[in-house]
């Protein structure tokens, strides 16, 4: 893997075969579905490919790998509960109610100046950082890198400033309900 980093495209080879095999083992009893399996596997090694800059040189590798495997494993199974229908005690899956009149495309009088206002109270630390993660788009590792501080600390200060515009807007939809 010190190889790959340094630029030896020819060592991600040999650091696939010989880690892709052990990973997909360990998928298989993770997700117990094989073209599942299969694609993680495609995905931990994008993600190795990608992340290749962060290894720390000297590291075992195996444990790396499997630990971003791992946490595909897991996204993997939420996304399926959370698709997974929600049955009754007899096995029905109950009706949902569809409200006869199409929602209206226009959001309720006064919702974007609260959220506007909302956003406007947060601490200049916390709105920047919201700003350039959700309306601008830009990943974690981006916005830490333009602010000149660490990915956690970005995460740390989106999480606030998340928890802040929750708190001063579950009035304003509380009253849309």
Request: proline share 5%.
């Amino acid at each position: 893997m010190g190889r790959y980093v340094d630029g030896d495209v020819a060592a991600f080879q040999a650091v696939y075969d010989a880690l892709a095999p052990v990973l997909l083992r360990c998928l298989l009893r993770w997700v117990s579905d094989r073209a599942l399996a299969e694609d993680l596997v495609q995905e931990t090694f994008l993600r190795v490919h990608r992340a290749r800059d962060t290894y720390r040189t000297g590291a075992p590798v195996g444990p790396w790998v499997l630990t971003i495997g791992r946490r595909l494993a897991i996204d993997a199974h939420r996304r399926r509960s959370a698709r997974r229908e929600r049955g009754t005690s007899d096995g029905r899956v109950p009706e949902v109610a569809v409200s006869p009149e199409p929602a209206s495309d226009e959001p309720p009088a006064g919702l974007i100046e609260a959220v506007r206002a909302a956003v406007e109270a947060l601490p200049e630390s916390q709105r920047r950082v919201v700003a350039m993660h959700k309306l601008e788009g830009r990943s974690m590792a981006e916005v830490a890198r333009v602010l000149g501080i660490n990915e956690g600390a970005a995460r740390v200060r989106a999480h606030r400033g998340y928890a802040r515009l929750r708190a001063a807007l579950a009035g304003v939809f509380a009253q849309e309900d």
